[in-house]
């Protein structure tokens, strides 16, 4: 018998506009023992990205997808759609793993996946609403702004031009959208806006087009040389490729922990709203104090994501439920879209969700192949996975093929990381550390001056900030 998804609906705006509350059919799950060259486990972009790369490479190649529950059912079906050539770990970080060469190599790679991204889609007929606007960080005090103009500064150090990244005055921020209190703005050229449910659900399709086997409904249990097991499966294969991000607690513990963050997606805004914000070039738009994600969607909403006001970690490493975000998260994002666009009082919020993302204990995303063991491990990019997850299914397809490439030469492959700590220091760390975080960035908000509560937050974390 046929096994359906219910309520997809409840795992994000982005579900809930494909499927409404129709169950989806699901793909057949994962009975006795089967052989594949390469298995994957977790059918989110980077286990999809990594299949699509290695069919590209050699149709005849024989891949297993094993997924929990349905493609796209984590993050990549969940999260705000900016495509943003952004990653996590800063340059220093970075410099301490490769030269200057080195990592502007890596930079680049970042960017190019953006456009390969787009490439991918095209050629897979995916319709997503693929669309590189750029993205604008906008700053609305004085600190954000030396902060912004530091690390376009920065970018010219490095070589990298007005081609990726500038500078906004205030009436440049304005004549593209009206945001209450911009001062100015960082704009980054190399960054997409897309559907990300659209993309998940067809890449999925795209990879089983090519060849691919994806089994849903099939939790692997555990995952061994040479196998992944479910509770009614195996899939045999020389290469496994652990591609669960937040979700790897369930069977691997101290190496991934997922981080908590939620959306909200307005209804539909009126035109005569919409000529008050302008916004008509549909850029990406990211905003400081607190950290929030905006997108100004195909069919005219805006999607608002971010830092929320709670603990971002539930003991244990419990994932989050699906439905929709707590109240006070909710009335607090609803708040700062308001502060940002006072002309949207009245808009109602359609509806909101939770999801998770995946930090590693550097908070720097990684791949590592194991070659004794055909073991791989691939992820971790915290809140940065879009571009990222493609780059690293070029590079995760490259390294399973044994070339040697200049992905295999970037600084994130062999990455290794050490554990997370155990409970019930790793929840202890987690409620001292948002505290800080929140006091500081709060007190960053009221003085405009930065705060060095926010920075030992941060630091005792072992978070370092990211590059883009
Ligand atoms: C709300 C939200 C907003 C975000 N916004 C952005 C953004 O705007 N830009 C950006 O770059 N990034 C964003 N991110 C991060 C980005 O979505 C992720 O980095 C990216 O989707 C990770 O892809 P993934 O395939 O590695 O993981 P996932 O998409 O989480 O996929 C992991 C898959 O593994 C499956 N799985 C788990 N355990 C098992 C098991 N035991 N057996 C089999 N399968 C298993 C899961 O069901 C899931 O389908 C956001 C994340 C969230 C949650």
């Keep these: 018998m046929s096994r359906t998804f219910e309520q997809p609906n409840l795992l994000s705006h982005w579900f809930n506009q494909m499927y409404g509350e129709q169950p989806i059919p699901m793909r057949a799950q994962l009975q006795g023992d089967v052989d594949a060259d390469v298995c994957i486990v977790?059918?989110?972009y980077t286990g999809l990205w990594t299949a699509y790369y290695l069919l590209?490479?050699?149709p005849d190649i024989k891949i297993a997808i094993v997924e929990a529950k349905i493609s796209g059912y984590g993050a990549s079906g969940r999260n705000g759609g900016a495509l943003i050539a952004q990653f996590n770990g800063s340059r220093e970080y970075w410099l301490k793993r490769t030269d200057r060469a080195g990592l502007l190599a890596f930079e680049r790679a970042v960017h190019q996946s953006v456009d390969d991204v787009g490439q991918a889609v095209k050629e897979s007929g995916i319709d997503c609403s693929y669309s590189k606007n750029g993205v604008v960080m906008v700053a609305r005090n004085e600190l954000e702004l030396t902060r912004f103009q530091d690390s376009v500064d920065e970018d010219r150090d490095y070589n990298i031009g007005e081609d990726f990244s500038r500078m906004l005055t205030r009436e440049e921020v304005l004549s593209r959208i009206n945001i209450d209190g911009a001062i100015g703005a960082r704009l980054n050229l190399s960054c997409a806006s897309i559907n990300p449910g659209k993309l998940a659900r067809g890449l999925a399709d795209a990879v089983e087009r090519l060849g691919a086997t994806i089994?849903?409904?099939?939790?692997?249990t555990k995952i061994l040389s040479g196998a992944a097991i479910t509770e009614i499966g195996r899939v045999k294969a020389k290469f496994i490729v652990r591609a669960t991000e937040a979700y790897t607690e369930s069977f691997q513990t101290n190496k991934?922990?997922?981080v908590h963050t939620s959306m909200l997606v307005t209804e539909q805004i009126p035109e005569k709203i919409w000529n008050k914000i302008g916004w008509s070039g549909q850029e990406a738009l990211l905003a400081e104090h607190p950290f929030l994600h905006l997108q100004h969607t195909p069919d005219h909403r805006i999607t608002i994501g971010g830092d929320d006001n709670r603990i971002p970690y539930l003991y244990g490493s419990k994932p989050?439920?699906?439905?929709?975000?707590?109240?006070?998260?909710?009335?607090?994002?609803?708040?700062?879209?308001v502060r940002l666009f006072p002309v949207l009082q009245n808009i109602k919020i359609e509806s909101s969700w939770q999801g998770i993302f995946g930090a590693t204990r550097h908070w720097a995303p990684s791949t590592i192949l194991d070659e004794k063991t055909g073991l791989i491990t691939a992820g971790g990019y915290v809140g940065e996975g879009l571009a990222f997850s493609n780059l690293t299914g070029q590079t995760t397809a490259d390294l399973i093929w044994g070339h040697s490439t200049p992905l295999t030469k970037l600084p994130f492959?062999?990455?290794?990381?050490?554990?997370?700590?155990?409970?019930?220091?790793?929840?202890?760390?987690?409620?001292?550390i948002s505290w800080m975080r929140h006091v500081g960035e709060r007190n960053e908000r009221r003085t405009g001056?930065?705060?060095?509560?926010?920075?030992w937050g941060n630091r005792i974390a072992g978070f370092t900030g990211n590059v883009g």
Excluded at 320 to 337: F, I, N, T, W
Excluded at 413 to 432: I, K
Excluded at 449 to 455: G, P
């Design 42 to 44: 977790g059918a989110g």
């Design 56 to 58: 590209k490479e050699s």
């Design 215 to 220: 089994y849903e409904g099939s939790p692997v």
């Design 256 to 258: 991934v922990v997922p």
């Design 320 to 337: 989050s439920p699906d439905g929709p975000a707590l109240k006070k998260v909710a009335d607090m994002h609803q708040r700062e879209l």
């Design 413 to 432: 492959v062999g990455n290794h990381q050490r554990n997370w700590e155990p409970e019930p220091f790793r929840y202890l760390g987690a409620v001292g």
């Design 449 to 455: 001056k930065h705060s060095l509560l926010f920075d």
